[in-house]
């Protein structure tokens, strides 16, 4: 049975850090494609963060250069360090993977229908 928990989630001022992490299991973690989603109240889910098994990573344009996702794959955990955090990135933080293939390169992950969820840890940045 698959599982994935986050942790790591609370509550930073402007230009603080936090960082997230999602302990998986029920499956071969290193093979497979992962990611950090985030939603904020009344709006849509929005990708931010994929590595690729090989810990090749992509961004949305929303983090790039502030956020960093990282896996270890000998503690089947996966990381968002998330720096100069701004109120916007307020939001319900979602681990998933896409179990569908193994080994997909860095883009192919950035793309991939993600079809696990984890239960989302909550992050709240103040002005």
């Known amino acids: 049975q698959v599982q994935l928990v986050e942790s790591g989630g609370g509550s930073v001022q402007a230009g603080g850090s936090l960082r997230l992490s999602c302990a998986a299991s029920?499956?071969?973690?290193?093979?497979?494609?992962m990611a950090w989603f985030r939603q904020a109240p009344g709006k849509e889910r929005e990708r931010i963060a994929t590595?690729?098994?090989?810990?090749?990573?992509r961004y949305a344009d929303s983090v790039k250069g502030r956020f960093t996702i990282s896996r270890d794959n000998t503690k089947n955990t996966l990381y968002l360090q998330m720096n100069a955090l701004k109120p916007e990135d307020t939001a319900m933080y979602y681990c998933?993977?896409?179990?569908?293939?193994?080994?997909?390169?860095?883009?192919?992950?950035?793309?991939?229908?993600?079809?696990?969820w984890g239960q989302g840890t909550q992050v709240t940045v103040s002005s």
């Open positions: 998933a993977a896409y179990l569908g293939y193994a080994g997909y390169s860095g883009s192919r992950c950035y793309a991939a229908p993600y079809n696990y």
């Open positions: 029920g499956y071969t973690y290193s093979k497979y494609c």
């Open positions: 590595t690729a098994s090989n810990g090749s990573a």
